[in-house]
């Protein structure tokens, strides 16, 4: 399988470093996928700094359960994506340029 992969950076805050339990990653290939994994057993909340993410407006698609929702991708490259995972929780999201983002 051919794509780009690379490894997200984490952050949290200084009364919640909860982050740490959290695992990231992207793969480019036609889309950019974001996956995020709670590796704990606790609740886990950061932000995740994607690079591949800023180079466009997207439109993501939560895969499971199924939700869609639209980012602009200067934000996320800057501020990154809050992500708020339950125990043991994942995200896999996959995300295509939008036409609505201006």
């Known amino acids: ?53 800023s180079r466009t407006a997207l439109a993501a698609t939560r895969c499971v359960p199924s939700t869609s929702f639209e980012r602009d991708g200067t934000e996320l490259g800057t501020e990154g994506f809050y992500v708020d995972l339950p125990a043991w929780e994942f995200h896999f999201l996959v995300a295509e340029q939008s036409s609505n983002i201006q």
Do not use: F, Y
């Not at 051919?2 to 889309?31: F, I, Y």
């Not at 950019?32 to 057993?41: A, D, K």
């Open 1 to 53: 399988m051919r794509g780009d992969w690379q490894l997200c950076e984490r952050s949290g805050w200084p009364d919640n470093m909860s982050c740490t339990n959290l695992l990231a990653w992207t793969w480019v290939m036609k889309h950019l996928c974001l996956i995020v994994v709670n590796l704990s057993e606790n609740q886990a909340r950061a932000n995740k700094n994607s690079p591949a993410a």
